[in-house]
């Protein structure tokens, strides 16, 4: 069998939904308007949530790229599925996102538009921003005492010196079998 050259080849798992999240509804089903007594027909399970559509996105956001298979509109190639980038331009239903791709020997900044379904904030550099807060406060106190105080992340110190309890029974000396020659 040859080669496949299809857009979407060699996807099956990266599109799929997960378990029990299967199918979409469209976004008007949320913005309808219903009475009191009124029989809701949502599919309890398989919709995109409404948060998806709720989230707000602005110039410079860090966004993951992540492609929904449910919603085939705007969908990114697969060879952004899983990058970060950063949005440059918002429309009514999609963003625009500046990502790096790797070409040959090269990295280029690649310009791609994206709806939103396909997308959601980074959580990347919140562990960074946070450290830099902490910082910032240690500093602060450092000042107001007069003392030095250390910023820099250090590695986990080695085991400290403790005791191993045997229970009463003697250590044993393992070591190899020594070779024997079998004709």
């Known amino acids: 069998m040859t080669n496949t050259k299809g857009k979407r080849r ?13 199918g979409v509804v469209p976004l008007a089903t949320y913005m309808r308007i219903y009475k009191k007594g009124d ?26 790229i992540k492609g929904m298979g449910t919603v085939q509109k705007g969908m990114p190639h697969k060879c952004y599925h899983g990058k970060t980038g950063r949005v440059y331009n918002v429309t ?4 625009g996102i500046i990502v790096n791709k790797q070409v040959k020997g090269k990295i280029l900044a690649k310009r791609i538009n994206v709806r939103i379904e396909h997308i959601k904030h ?7 921003l946070k450290r830099v807060k902490e910082n910032d406060q240690k500093k602060k106190e450092a000042k107001e005492k007069g003392t030095w105080v250390q910023l820099k992340r250090q ?11 045997t229970n009463g029974k003697e250590p044993e000396l393992l070591e190899p079998i020594p ?3 079998m004709a």
């Open 92 to 95: 009514q239903h999609a963003v």
């Open 155 to 165: 590695p986990a110190p080695p085991r400290e010196a403790h005791f191993v309890r």
């Open 10 to 22: 060699g996807t099956r798992y990266m599109f799929s939904r997960p378990f029990r999240k299967h």
């Open 122 to 128: 980074s959580k990347s550099r919140d562990s960074f």
């Open 179 to 181: 070779y024997e020659f």
């Open 39 to 64: 029989i809701v027909d949502i599919k309890i399970r398989g919709f995109v949530p409404l948060a998806t559509y709720m989230r707000i996105y602005k110039k410079g956001d860090i966004v993951d």
